[in-house]
């Protein structure tokens, strides 16, 4: 029987030891949501607990709450499904063609993704409010494309490059247009690496509070943002009904990272599904 050498008993300790502490907040998190208010309160803390769903109703009858689920589950998908329309054929063109001031332009992509938010969230808090669109959804997607558009263009390049352009050579050849080689041979091969990246700047998008925050009063207001200020309230904060909101926040993420998980190694050129 082999031994296990100390230094590999050493990482599995630290491995451990990094999950329960990424992990910890999620799952008190959780707890509270089903705690009632003298359980979550309580001193010291309870782990074991007669759970109840009052939180989550409490939550679901605050028309915040109900608005910011609304929006989140409107602005999200279009502004990611908008970006993808514009960065998928994009990330193509820079993947498969030369031409001039590509790296240039490149770079440009990649520096939107440096800029801090605040930097970009005053010229936009301007615009919308001189055309009469600050707090509406419309105006929300599009400061979000900024987001989406970037992201998804500079992943998706690496995606396309790892396709064998020999596949597309011999679909030429067999007389195929550029068109029909992006649309029959290049896309569906890098299918599982853009299914991850989609899944990665969903929940990129889902979870951006600055923007919307600043963008956002009322009617258009997301659900990171309805969460975090529905509760401020006086000097009492009801902490089992702020986590029950903010376990709901993890909901479609957490959907979304169950179904499409395998996918999501193939961002970094590894095979989807190990």
């Known amino acids: 029987m082999s031994r296990i050498s100390p230094l590999r008993i050493l990482s599995y300790v630290i491995l451990i030891a990094i999950v329960l502490v990424a992990l910890a907040p999620i799952v008190w998190i959780i707890l509270n949501a089903f705690k009632t208010r003298v359980d979550v309160i309580s001193y010291p803390p309870k782990l074991f607990f007669t759970p109840t769903l009052a939180n989550f109703e409490r939550v679901l009858q605050i028309g915040t709450i109900t608005r910011g689920v609304v929006n989140s589950l409107i602005v999200v998908p279009l502004s990611l499904l908008i970006g993808a329309l514009f960065a998928v054929p994009t990330a193509y063109v ?34 919308w409010l001189q055309l009469g669109l600050l707090d509406t959804r419309p105006a929300l ?6 987001i989406t558009i970037s992201t998804m ?38 299918l599982p690496s853009l299914i991850g990246m ?77």
Do not use: C, H
Not at 141 to 146: C, D, K, P, S, V
Not at 159 to 184: C, D, H, N, T, Y
């Open 141 to 146: 997607i599009i400061t979000y494309l900024g």
């Open 94 to 127: 820079f993947a498969r063609y030369t031409f001039r001031a590509k790296n240039d332009l490149r770079f440009f992509v990649l520096s939107l993704r440096f800029m801090p938010p605040v930097a970009a969230v005053i010229p936009f808090f301007l615009v």
């Open 198 to 274: 989609a899944m990665f700047v969903f929940i990129l998008v889902w979870n951006e509070f600055f923007l919307a925050f600043v963008l956002t009063s009322r009617q258009a207001i997301t659900m990171p943002v309805a969460s975090a200020t529905f509760a401020v309230v006086g000097m009492e904060v009801p902490w089992g009904q702020l986590s029950a909101s903010i376990a709901l926040l993890m909901v479609p993420p957490m959907i979304l990272s169950y179904f499409f998980m395998r996918y999501l190694p193939s961002i970094f050129g590894l095979n989807a599904g190990e």
């Open 153 to 190: 263009l500079w992943l998706s390049i690496a995606s396309f490059q790892r396709v064998p352009i020999e596949f597309e050579e011999a679909a030429q050849l067999e007389g195929l247009s550029s068109l029909g080689v992006f649309l029959r041979i290049a896309l569906p091969l890098a």
